[in-house]
């Protein structure tokens, strides 16, 4: 059997500034939030669920706050001694402890920065009082169910072939449509009927024989699938008393309305701009066109002092929300000169470095085209992460897939290599978000792999 492997699927090679990009995101949002459809709870309801999913990755990712002990890992994974403090500081079990580590990693609320040092992810600051950042964090958890549960430590699933595994997660998004349209139950049957047939189309389309002979791994594979599902809380556990139906949650129902319809949950951003802080001004600014958040930008600076308002620009961009330190040097463009010598004291900032030195080019008159050519590879690279992830956050699918254009590696298997070393703490979570926005089954198969292997740490 052979397979269609990107190695040479070409990316072009579009100058543009990541900035801009970010705003174009911001811009291109819708400017009320989806409602769900009839028979869907109101997103509060839906966020309580999500909440009560991941309460313990939220415990222990609280637990890791450096300020209250910081939980150092290493390629990902938590160490024995760490795990054991955790049993004892939360009374969970080992086991339990670990998957809510992975759990929190995959879902935004910790991340892992240079050393392996753990921090608190931005989606944990904003967890109690920001329902669209809970529906965010469970929906990155909801994509990467794949990564969160892996089919090789299921032992019903040892020995199945790498690339059939692959073929039944591309296959999952049109069981979890048939159980998503549906009116209630679905039988195992007809999930397994459904799944035989998109894994044919998938190996037609790549000009592959179908399956056959041997033993039959579909089954098994289904299973883990509709387990790993459940696990995340896309769908209901089995009820032993109906083991051969399954029913999707109110949770992944939404879900897969959201991804069916291309449609984005909005960060809501508060009223009363200039008296507020400057991340919440910069939030209320998301939805905003250029020129309206440059009046704001304006009207709030009015309002205190330069020193002030550069410091808190500053600390925003430092935060974990990728579009918002975006839209913080935006703002000091603003400012204009007279935040010259805070700027270049952060020039040394590896988090804000790229976007420092091109504030400060465009700032002397430099081509904005041509300030790229100030970054090295790697920080290009980072760059680039920082950029996808504040449109994963905040943009919509076909803007994140286009945002591919923007990578200058020359080639996906290029950039995926570089990814894989970049050391930016969303890598996993761009890439996951990636593979699920991509239309090429390859391409996001190859997607899936780097974010697996960014994620545990492997070649």
């Given amino acids: 059997m052979t397979s269609r492997i990107p190695r040479d699927t070409p990316l072009r090679l579009v100058p543009r500034r990541p900035l801009a990009a970010a705003r174009r995101v911001a811009a291109t949002r819708r400017n009320r939030p989806p409602r769900p459809p009839?028979?869907?709870?109101?997103?509060?309801?839906?966020?309580?669920?999500?909440?009560?999913?991941?309460?313990?990755?939220?415990?222990?990712?609280?637990?890791?706050?450096?300020?209250?002990?910081?939980a150092p890992g290493t390629a990902g994974i938590l160490r024995d001694a760490d795990v054991r403090r955790?049993?004892?500081?939360?009374?969970?079990?080992?086991?339990?402890?670990?998957?809510?580590w992975d759990r929190a990693r995959l879902a935004g609320l910790i991340e892992l920065h240079k050393g392996g040092t753990a921090r608190p992810g931005w989606r944990l600051r904003a967890w109690d009082r920001d329902d669209t950042a809970v529906l965010r964090g469970w929906v990155a958890?909801?994509?990467?169910?794949?990564?969160?549960?892996?089919?090789?430590?299921?032992?019903?699933?040892?020995?199945?072939?790498?690339?059939?595994?692959?073929?039944?997660?591309?296959?999952?998004?049109?069981?979890?449509?048939?159980?998503?349209?549906?009116?209630?139950?679905?039988?195992v049957s007809a999930l397994l009927d459904l799944l035989r047939?998109?894994?044919?189309?998938?190996?037609?389309?790549?000009?592959?024989?179908?399956?056959?002979?041997?033993?039959?791994?579909?089954?098994?594979?289904?299973?883990?699938?509709?387990?790993?599902?459940?696990?995340?809380?896309?769908l209901e556990p089995r009820d032993p008393a109906r083991p051969g139906e399954v029913t999707i949650t109110p949770l992944g129902s939404w879900a897969v309305w959201v991804k069916l319809e291309q449609i984005c949950v909005a960060?809501?951003?508060?009223?009363?701009?200039?008296?507020?802080?400057?991340?919440?001004?910069?939030?209320?600014?998301?939805?905003?066109?250029p020129g309206a958040a440059r009046d704001e930008y304006k009207a709030w600076l009015a309002a205190r002092p330069v020193a002030q308002a550069?410091?808190?620009?500053?600390?925003?961009?430092?935060?974990?929300?990728?579009?918002?330190?975006?839209?913080?040097?935006?703002?000091?463009?603003?400012?204009?000169?007279?935040?010259?010598?805070?700027?270049?004291?952060?020039?040394?900032?590896?988090?804000?470095?790229?976007y420092a030195l091109m504030w400060l080019a465009e700032h002397e008159g430099d081509d904005p085209e041509d300030v790229a050519a100030l970054l090295t590879r790697e920080e290009a690279t980072w760059l680039w992460v920082d950029t996808a992830a504040a449109v994963a956050d905040h943009g919509e699918s076909h803007l994140l897939v286009g945002h591919l254009d923007s990578a200058l590696q020359g080639s996906v298997s290029r950039l995926l290599d570089e990814l894989r070393v970049a050391g930016h703490p969303r890598t996993v979570q761009v890439l996951v978000a990636l593979a699920a926005a991509h239309p090429d089954p390859a391409l996001a198969k190859a997607m899936r792999r780097a974010a697996f292997q960014v994620h545990t740490g492997g070649e």
């Fill in 38 to 70: 009839e028979g869907i709870p109101a997103l509060p309801e839906l966020a309580r669920k999500a909440r009560t999913e991941l309460a313990d990755a939220v415990r222990l990712a609280h637990w890791a706050d450096p300020a209250a002990g910081a």
């Fill in 86 to 100: 955790a049993v004892a500081a939360l009374s969970l079990t080992a086991h339990q402890v670990r998957a809510a």
């Fill in 141 to 187: 958890l909801f994509d990467a169910w794949s990564l969160a549960h892996p089919a090789a430590l299921d032992p019903a699933c040892a020995g199945a072939d790498p690339a059939l595994v692959a073929e039944v997660v591309e296959a999952a998004p049109q069981l979890l449509s048939l159980l998503h349209l549906s009116s209630g139950p679905v039988a």
């Fill in 197 to 234: 047939q998109r894994v044919d189309e998938l190996r037609a389309e790549r000009h592959e024989p179908p399956a056959g002979g041997g033993r039959d791994d579909l089954p098994p594979l289904l299973d883990w699938t509709l387990d790993a599902l459940a696990r995340v809380g896309a």
């Fill in 267 to 289: 960060a809501q951003g508060p009223a009363g701009h200039f008296e507020h802080s400057a991340e919440e001004m910069l939030k209320a600014c998301i939805g905003m066109a």
């Fill in 310 to 354: 550069v410091a808190e620009f500053l600390d925003v961009a430092r935060g974990d929300d990728a579009l918002l330190r975006g839209l913080a040097f935006e703002a000091l463009r603003v400012v204009g000169g007279a935040a010259e010598p805070a700027v270049r004291h952060v020039v040394d900032e590896p988090g804000l470095r790229p």
